[in-house]
Every structure is written in structure tokens, then in C-alpha cells.
């Protein structure tokens, strides 16, 4: 990639070198909110630049509030030029780009370079000093000199990254769209540098080649800001998103009706990842409903090629060095550590815009064929490759989505049904707190007694679409039940076991089960506990996640069927398998 970008040179590789850059913008405070009551609505209450209602907006905080003429004095803010009852936000830009050792103050190479910008979530921000009752200082939270070492190792291979500086956005307490605002914000601002013949991003700054990776609410933001670009012709003349990450994300949408959740949509991104630790206490989930949510319902709704590492041992804070530094969300002894998150962060979220903007071939990093180099385990969901041939999902009662029609073969010792996963109930026990998938899986309950025929599901597969000689695997996503409440229940239970069968249309078929696609699949879940300090009383939850992993399958291993000419896909069960089995996603790639 360097070579192809002109980077390197008789000077050798390129090294990072950094650029602060403040910039006044005119941004606005959008006041926004979810409902507490269903349908649990998330709206805008308010948009305004106007300096007394910020004043007002601010007056709400305690026990010394910040005010207009403190954040001035403290250079943090300024009346607009324009209109002296409005303000203007100081907006930090923390810029890394390859540069050569010999010339660090210029951009490597001669070419156009991709450039990604990393949105921090909710932390301590503008911090006061107050004495006798009054605010004498005010201090601005680094918060974006907390991805150092991702900017570094994306500026070692050639792309510019900007750390954006949402503290404005943390001081009046935004949800996702003064973030989103403020990300559209810096992307304006960078342009505008960019056009400059003076700048040293003078026609060096590729507008078509962008990413963005948001942390916490950060990673609602990004989708948010997505959407906002492509519905404004101005910006999405200029501004080009290509991929998506969100990283340990809020969900401020999720808890409404289906109708009014966000989500990225098939053509308006080449690609979605969500990065996810087990071990998370601040953005811990709840289930596929509640107010805040996480990334698994990102996922489960969003239509582009995606991915989602979900990571055992990570938690929320360690990913910025920043906040770790402050305090971190998790003192489990299973925990990675600082060093080990940034070795992910790197290898994950770096990899995606290395693979998605610098044309890499790192695609194996995001179906798990190629391991972490911290060595920390990671369960994948993923839907993409090279062609992609969606089968079935279960959001459609009626047929697959090939238009094909679907058998759900329910028998009075294995009752089969098409469920939504939240709202399954086992001997009593909801799963709604143990998962935040929000999807339709295929239900089978197998702890009644034999059945009498093993296949519980067939879907058939329309005459135009049963070539499938140019793809090379099957894949499906798989869960079971676990008893969550405890690490050793989780440990008892039985993995869930689904034999795969496929049928041409001479009536030829082949099998494969789980000692051909991971004895060992798919993933327990970790077991976790969240404390609450409530007036008067401790409160411990059990939010242990229960969730689907994507099960790969070579269709090589189907022998003796027609690949050019598959009818039908079923699904087996196995009559010992004494547990629930559930399963998604029915759909058949060829791999990056």
C-alpha cells in the first residue's frame, strides 16, 4: 500500500507526526433525550446557538454550573462574529499524518491519502475550578490525545487519522446528535484546510476515502452522522463515507419501535464493524429493549457487509489511554490489559480502514481466520465476502429471502418455532436480560423426551439462485441456552449442536455436523455480574450476554451434491442434545 501511494521514498517509511488544530465552529446545542416511558422515543427537544439558552441549558447542572462567561474567559468558547448573542465552540483537532522522518512537518508521498476520524463518548470534560463558590478555571479534559497509538500505527501506514474533540457535547451531557453534529463539524473544517494552498493537507486530503470510528456514544454518533451526510446533498457531494466502526456503543435508538431504530442501510457504507468486550461495565446492555442498549443491536440491524468481534476479556475503558488513566470501568481479574486493548484496538479497528481505505487484503481479520496478536479470545458474527448469497434470516414468516419456501418441521418432542430471540422465556427464565439481540431465530427445544425425526427446518432455494459453484462456504449463526447464573452453570450446560444438510435438485444430498465445523462452537458466554449503588441498598444484576456466533461451513464439505444446482438447505438437530438451540442467518459467501 505505502509503495502505491508514493510514501516511501529515498527517505524511508513514514513516521507519524501530529498536528493540534483548533478551529472556531458555529455549532449548535442540540438538546436531546429517549423516553423513560414506552415506546421509549428518542427525539430532539431543542436545537439553539443562542448564548442565553446554553446559559440556561448549563444552569441545569450542579452544584457550580458552567457558564457562558467562564468558557469564554477560559478561551473555550466566543460570541459568533456574526451575531454577538450566539457563541462559537473551540474545536480541537488532533491531526496524525505519515510524514517522512526528513520532512516531518509535510505529508509523505505526492498522493491523495484516506483520512478517518475518532469520536470519544462520554467522559470528563471542560473540569472547573471553584473557589469561594465560583468558578476561577477552567480545565479541557484531553480526551482526544486518548488514541494515540491507533493514530500512530494508522499514520505508519499511510493514512491520515483526526481525533475529534467532543467535549462540548460531554459538558451539556448530548446524546448522539451534537455528536453527529459536531463530526460533520470537523469534516467541514478539514476541508476547508484542506483547500488552502498554504496547508500542508493541500491536495492531499482524499474526501472519497473516509472512516469513522466512534467510542461509546461516539459509536451511536458515527451512524448518526452517516445518516445525516447522506441526507444533505452538500455534504454528501463532498463527504464520501466508506466504513464504519463502533466501538463499545450506546444504542439511544434501539429501545423504540422497530419503525423508528436507527440503522446503516445497504448502500450507505461499503462496510460496519462493531467491537464489543464482555467485561464492559459502562455501556453494559441490558437487553434488546432497554434505554442505552449496545453494539449487538447495531449489528443485528444494520444492512451493509459487517461484522462484530465480541471480545471476552476487554471492557470500556481501556480502549482510551486517557480514561484508563482516570479510572477504569473494570477491576475483573479476567480482564486484558491496557497494553492488550490497544493491541486489539490496533489490530481491529486498524485493520478495518487499512482493509476498507488502503485496499489491503485483511478481510480475514473480520471472520476470524486470522487471530489477534494479544491472543485474547474473540466469539465473530459477520455477513460479507467477495459475493454474498442471503438465504434466510427469519424476519419474513412467510418465506425466505430468496422468496423461497420455508418449513418449520415442529414435532411434539422438539418444538420448533420462529421466535423473536428477546422474548423466548425457558423454564421460566426470560432471556431478555441475558441478551441484546434483536432478530428472529429458529427455536428448538430439545430437553423433551427423543423426537421421532431429527429435521426440524428445510428451505427451499429458487431455480435462479441455486448456482453456487462460485462461492466457497455456508455460513449460519448459532446460540443455545446457557444457564447464566454462574460461571460454572454457564460451564455444565450443553453447546448446541445443528447438523447442516444440502439437496440438489437430483435429489443428491450431503451432511455435515459439529465435529466437522468446531467441536468447540459456538462460544460460551462470560459470566458477569453489574453492582448499583442505589439510596440505601446495593443491587447486583446478572448481565451475562447470551449471543449467536456465525458458524463457517467449506461447501467443499458437502460431497456428492451438485453445487451448481442446490434446491434446498435443513437443518438437523441431535437427539441427545439436551438443551435449546437457536439459529439465524442462513446464507452462503465467497470468503475475502
Not at 451512524?223 to 441526507?231: N, S
Not at 444504542?251 to 450507505?268: H, I
Not at 478481510?363 to 467477495?386: E, I, K, V, Y
Request: glycine share 8%; aromatic share 8%; proline share 7%.
Amino acid at each position: 500500500m505505502l509503495t502505491l501511494l508514493g510514501l516511501v521514498g529515498p527517505g524511508g517509511a513514514p513516521a507519524p507526526a501530529v498536528d493540534v488544530m483548533p478551529v472556531w465552529v458555529p455549532l449548535e446545542l442540540s438538546v436531546d433525550e429517549t423516553l423513560h416511558t414506552p415506546p421509549f422515543t428518542y427525539q430532539v427537544l431543542s436545537r439553539s446557538r443562542e448564548i442565553a439558552k446554553l446559559d440556561e441549558h448549563l444552569a441545569l447542572t450542579k452544584p457550580v454550573p458552567l457558564t457562558f462567561a467562564a468558557l469564554k474567559a477560559s478561551n473555550l468558547l466566543q460570541p459568533d462574529p456574526a451575531d454577538a448573542t450566539k457563541y462559537q465552540v473551540k474545536l480541537t483537532l488532533r491531526i496524525e499524518y505519515p510524514a517522512l522522518p526528513s520532512s516531518p512537518k509535510k505529508l509523505a508521498g505526492k498522493g491523495k491519502l484516506p483520512v478517518v476520524l475518532i469520536n470519544h463518548g462520554h467522559h470528563r470534560n471542560w473540569q472547573p475550578t471553584i473557589a469561594g463558590g465560583a468558578i476561577t478555571a477552567i480545565t479541557a479534559t484531553p480526551n482526544i490525545d486518548g488514541y494515540k497509538y491507533l493514530q500512530d500505527a494508522l499514520a505508519e501506514h499511510g493514512i491520515v487519522s483526526v481525533s475529534v474533540d467532543h467535549n462540548f457535547a460531554c459538558a451539556t451531557n448530548a446524546l448522539i446528535e451534537m455528536r453527529a453534529d459536531t463530526i460533520i463539524a470537523a469534516l467541514n473544517a478539514l476541508s476547508t484546510e484542506a483547500s488552502s494552498s498554504s496547508s500542508r493537507y493541500h491536495g492531499r486530503l482524499d474526501f472519497s476515502k473516509i472512516g469513522l470510528m466512534g467510542h461509546s456514544r461516539g459509536g451511536d454518533a458515527v451512524v448518526r452522522a452517516v445518516k445525516k451526510i447522506l441526507a444533505e446533498p452538500s455534504l454528501s457531494a463532498k463527504f464520501k463515507i466508506l466504513t464504519v466502526c463502533s466501538l463499545a456503543p450506546t444504542d439511544y435508538t434501539g429501545a423504540d419501535v422497530p419503525g423508528n431504530r436507527m440503522f446503516l442501510d445497504s448502500n450507505d457504507v461499503n462496510f460496519y464493524l462493531v467491537v464489543y468486550g464482555a467485561l464492559d461495565n459502562d455501556v453494559f446492555g441490558g437487553g434488546p429493549i432497554p434505554i442505552g442498549g449496545s453494539g449487538f443491536r447495531h449489528y443485528d440491524r444494520a444492512r451493509p457487509p459487517k461484522a462484530m468481534v465480541f471480545l471476552d476479556n476487554s471492557c470500556h475503558n481501556a480502549f482510551n489511554t486517557v480514561w484508563f488513566a482516570d479510572g477504569n470501568d473494570s477491576t475483573d481479574p479476567r480482564l486484558a490489559s491496557d497494553a492488550e486493548h490497544r493491541s486489539l484496538a490496533v489490530d481491529y479497528i486498524g485493520d478495518l480502514f487499512r482493509w476498507q481505505l488502503g485496499g489491503e487484503k485483511l478481510g480475514a481479520r473480520f471472520d476470524g481466520r486470522t487471530p489477534n496478536r494479544a491472543g485474547q479470545h474473540a466469539s465473530f458474527q459477520w455477513m460479507f465476502g467477495q459475493a454474498l448469497v442471503r438465504v434466510d434470516d427469519f424476519e419474513n414468516p412467510a418465506a425466505n429471502l430468496l422468496g423461497g419456501a420455508r418449513v418449520v418441521i415442529n414435532g411434539p418432542s422438539d418444538p420448533t418455532a420462529i421466535e423473536d430471540f428477546g422474548s423466548i422465556t425457558i423454564a421460566g427464565n426470560s432471556l431478555a436480560p441475558h441478551t441484546e439481540h434483536q432478530a428472529h431465530v429458529l427455536h428448538v427445544d430439545l430437553t423433551l423426551s427423543t423426537p421421532a425425526t431429527t429435521r426440524v427446518l428445510t428451505t427451499e432455494i429458487p431455480a435462479a439462485n441455486r448456482d453456487w459453484s462460485a462461492l466457497d462456504t455456508l455460513v449460519f449463526s448459532l446460540s443455545g441456552w446457557f444457564d447464566p447464573t454462574s460461571a460454572a452453570t454457564i460451564t455444565a450446560a450443553n453447546l448446541p449442536r445443528l447438523q447442516v444438510t444440502l439437496v440438489d435438485g437430483a435429489g443428491a444430498s450431503a451432511a455435515v455436523g459439529f465435529n466437522a465445523y468446531g467441536a468447540s462452537l459456538p462460544s460460551r458466554p462470560v459470566f458477569k455480574t453489574k453492582t448499583f449503588l442505589v439510596p440505601g441498598n446495593v443491587v447486583t444484576w446478572n448481565v451475562t450476554l447470551i449471543r449467536l456466533e456465525t458458524i463457517p461451513i467449506a461447501l467443499s464439505s458437502f460431497a456428492g451434491v451438485d453445487l451448481t444446482k442446490i434446491a434446498q438447505v435443513a437443518l438437523d438437530i441431535v437427539p441427545d442434545n439436551d438443551t435449546h438451540v437457536f439459529a439465524d442467518n442462513i446464507h452462503v459467501v465467497k470468503r475475502q
